[in-house]
């Protein structure tokens, strides 16, 4: 049984960035925190090989799935899939990985409600995930998809909720683990403050945001709108909000060997967690295959604390420094690319976290701090200051006379 219990809530500064204090099982964690990102984790037996240097210094480790109709049927139909067996109970077996808090926070693709026998199937596909996550979270529904080129609207806001509440009622029997509950994005910041309501009056309390693979900054008005809400009632120190499947750079291009990042902005709009990155799924097109070193370069990008950028490993000031502290090289970056930079990453950010906690416990201002990274827009910028902070002291003034 592992509970998450908030034991402290630091005072807001010019961002909504809330430094709390956590603990989490037998740990005592800081947020704004980062988990460890386990999305692209390569075979188990490939896993055993690897060097987690630091990995001492997380405890909590998440990797999220999309489900499709057809992974769900199997996995409730065929008791040898094993689904989520090797993201939970063989990693379990793992010594390195056998006391940390394993996450599997899951996106449904498809409307579980519309098929036959919905109800026993839902519940049995329940069953399954309630061993094998240690926080539980209400899988969310993708409720628009493109079927033939044409959008479509696959759930809608009275069932989600309905949704919601079934599910939720499932895993809370006879359950002693966190359950975190969606909210669903996508539905727009009215909508979104709607449902956001119903379910606080429903004394739900935790709550997760999946970003679909959209960037940091794509629902920042919806979070403010959020943050607006439980400040009201003041269930600042009751609430937590934990952000996952958010895009790691802004509008990352093969041939750039610089790109601004995306998730290190998570934490100023006020999450408590930030966690896995994820890339919005693109349509196939007709064009040949890029070369693989390059694809390799692409995927193996490390976060550049000073600046926000993510640099493509090659070319990275960081890189001697990076494979020093990870016991690292090139021939571990060619195979697992993706993988083992996330895996680094998830330590930078979590230091780069530090700073700007430290910077709202010192009554510092964040955005002013934002604006020394090179890679964060003045657009980006002027986004915080009419988003997070309510509204500029001139709305006519530009960024630097608002700093």
Not at 96 to 107: D, H
Not at 236 to 260: M, Q
Not at 348 to 371: A, C, H, K, T
């Amino acid at each position: 049984m592992t509970k998450i219990n908030i034991l402290k809530v630091d005072e807001q500064s010019d961002s909504l960035l809330t430094p709390k204090q956590f603990k989490v099982g037998d740990d005592i964690i800081q947020t704004p925190f980062k988990p460890i990102d386990f999305n692209d984790s390569p075979s188990i037996a490939a896993l055993k090989t690897l060097p987690f240097t630091h990995i001492e210094n997380n405890p909590i480790i998440e990797r999220s799935r999309f489900v499709s109709q057809e992974s769900y049927e199997n996995a409730i139909n065929d008791s040898e899939v094993g689904y989520l067996k090797e993201s939970y109970q063989y990693l379990r077996n793992i010594p390195i990985f056998e006391s940390k808090i394993l996450l599997n926070t899951l996106t449904f693709t498809f409307n579980p409600l519309s098929l036959k026998n919905s109800e026993d199937k839902l519940g049995s596909f329940l069953s399954i995930y309630y061993d094998r996550s240690d926080f539980l979270f209400v899988p969310n529904i993708k409720i628009k998809s493109t079927i033939n080129k044409k959008k479509i609207q696959i759930m809608n806001y009275d069932e989600y909720v309905s949704y919601v509440d079934s599910v939720y009622e499932s895993l809370s029997y006879k359950n002693k683990k966190p359950i975190f509950v969606p909210i669903s994005l996508k539905l727009g910041v009215l909508k979104c403050q709607d449902m956001f309501k119903t379910f606080l009056d429903k004394g739900y309390r935790k709550f997760w945001f999946d970003f679909e693979g959209s960037g940091s900054m794509a629902f920042a008005p919806n979070i403010r709108r959020f943050h607006e809400i439980i400040d009201k009632p003041g269930l600042i120190d009751e609430v937590i909000f934990y952000a996952t499947n958010v895009r790691r750079e802004k509008n990352p291009h093969l041939i750039d060997d610089l790109c601004s990042a995306s998730d290190v902005l998570s934490a100023p709009l006020g999450v408590d967690f930030v966690g896995v990155n994820r890339s919005p799924k693109r349509r196939a097109g007709g064009d040949p295959p890029p070369p693989e070193n390059l694809v390799v370069e692409h995927k193996a990008r490390f976060l550049d604390r000073f600046t926000y950028n993510y640099v493509k490993y090659s070319k990275s000031e960081n890189k001697n420094k990076i494979y020093s502290e990870h016991h690292l090289n090139d021939h571990l970056i060619w195979n697992y690319p993706k993988f083992l930079s996330n895996y680094t990453n998830s330590f930078e950010l979590n230091r780069e976290f530090d700073i700007q906690r430290d910077l709202v416990r010192s009554d510092e201002s964040v955005i002013e701090y934002l604006s020394q990274k090179n890679s964060v827009q003045q657009d980006d910028l002027k986004q915080f200051v009419k988003i997070i902070s309510g509204k500029a002291k001139n709305e006519n003034a530009n960024l630097d006379e608002w700093l």
